[in-house]
């Protein structure tokens, strides 16, 4: 398929404004995090600081998902993504200003990075819950495709622009910087259409929390790939966080050579989206889960002693397998969930995505003591592909979907159900 077809989605008029506004505010949040932790080192703390400070924004962005689904789904989403993103906004001016007045006290700076991190759990699942407003047909797994690129592409410049930035001007301007990029973002989402909302009847929380949970549970290959993104972001990806640089400081040159890995497992995710543009499979959700294979590379090469030039191509391939399965994974989300109920869905899978991560983070060191760093590594390799094999042994992950139809999303039932296509075998 020729190029401009496959970016036919960035000439829909409002895609492109949010997709200029949110990439924008992206490269400044990856900016933004490195500045926060140089932050807190220049003002005199130390690893238990910077510590409470890097927790002081995940924890928030896990308890606050469930809440973000509900009042997305309540609200709309271009209604809480602005509010979310005035309180990004006003935060990063916050913590620019206090560290313009030299050393600010530790709770300062904790309590305007939870702010962030739970204006951050408000604006997910809403962002899940806008694409399919602001697309047509086809497109939209383009859109999730050039949204996963923009990511990737955030996640490598991002970092090295923060590091001249930070060592010229100082981690104040950058998060100025940051600060602008959410102004970005608040006009992009300004000149969107509003999302219109059903209208419901009148609830609680609570109900709204059981009926997101209802649809969730009710479609198998939602649940179970989000158990396996639990189990992986525990056994796998969190260990490799942990144990890579270690590994790179004892054997592979260091935190250059550790960078350079991470780089190339960026570029591998912007190589993939790239490559999803136009592609449609039939059956998506047996390419995203056949994808995640690659995710067992790194551990696996790492486990093994293999030199650097072996460890950057799995993580190069780790990086296109995680760009294919995050536009589908998305896709057939947006497809298949009611759209009153999309935010709160999205919330769901998230929250078990990642709620184990940081269990797997302080377990790692630990476990390594136990049975070695090649043990735990090695494990979580052989643990991905176990759990790939198991779940592309079930009948919902093989089916064929239909073709998006060009008037917009379409609501499936609960549980996918082999088409007339797919049983006849043609």
């Not at 592979?252 to 570029?267: E, I, P, R």
């Amino acid at each position: 398929m020729p190029l401009h077809r496959r970016l036919a989605v960035i000439r829909e008029r409002d895609f492109c404004r949010f997709f200029i506004g949110y990439a924008t505010s992206l490269l400044g949040s990856s900016m933004a995090s490195i500045a926060v932790s140089f932050a807190v080192l220049e003002t005199g703390g130390g690893g238990t600081e910077l510590g409470y400070v890097l927790a002081a924004r995940i924890l928030p962005l896990v308890l606050v998902l469930l809440v973000g689904g509900v009042v997305t789904d309540r609200l709309g989403s271009r209604q809480v993504m602005l509010t979310a993103d005035a309180v990004r906004c006003l935060t990063q001016a916050g913590l620019a200003v206090s560290l313009l007045g030299g050393a600010p006290g530790l709770w300062t700076l904790v309590v305007l990075v939870a702010l962030w991190g739970a204006a951050e759990a408000l604006f997910t699942p809403a962002l899940n819950a806008l694409v399919p407003h602001i697309t047509h047909g086809d497109t939209l797994s383009d859109a999730n495709a050039l949204l996963g690129v923009a990511r990737s592409f955030a996640s490598i410049a991002g970092p090295v622009l923060a590091g001249v930035l930070t060592a010229v001007t100082g981690a104040s301007s950058v998060l100025a910087l940051d600060s602008a990029s959410y102004a970005a973002s608040i006009l992009a989402l300004l000149l969107l259409p509003r999302t219109a909302m059903p209208a419901l009847p009148a609830s609680s929380f609570v109900a709204d929390l059981r009926e997101g949970w209802t649809e969730f549970r009710s479609r198998t290959w939602l649940w179970v790939t989000s158990v396996q993104g639990c189990l992986f972001n525990l056994l796998v990806w969190a260990p490799f966080l942990v144990l890579g640089p270690v590994v790179a400081q004892q054997r592979l040159g260091g935190a250059s050579s550790w960078g350079l890995v991470m780089a190339l497992y960026g570029a591998g995710a912007v190589v993939g989206g790239i490559a999803m543009l136009g592609r449609h499979p039939r059956r998506p959700l047996l390419v995203a889960t056949v994808a995640t294979l690659g995710w067992s590379l790194p551990s696996a090469v790492l486990s093994t002693g293999r030199s650097l030039p072996w460890i950057c191509a799995a993580a190069l391939i780790a990086g296109i397998g995680s760009a294919v399965c995050g536009a589908l994974q998305a896709t057939i989300t947006q497809r298949q969930v009611p759209p009153g109920a999309l935010a709160r869905v999205s919330a769901y899978n998230s929250f078990g995505a990642f709620a184990l991560g940081p269990v797997g983070l302080a377990a790692a060191g630990p476990a390594s003591v136990l049975i070695g760093t090649s043990g735990v590594l090695g494990f979580g390799a052989v643990w991905q592909i176990t759990t790939v094999v198991a779940v592309l042994a079930l009948p919902p992950i093989r089916v064929v979907l239909p073709r998006q139809p060009a008037d917009g999303p379409t609501n499936a039932a609960a549980d996918l159900t082999p088409t007339t296509e797919s049983r006849t075998g043609r």
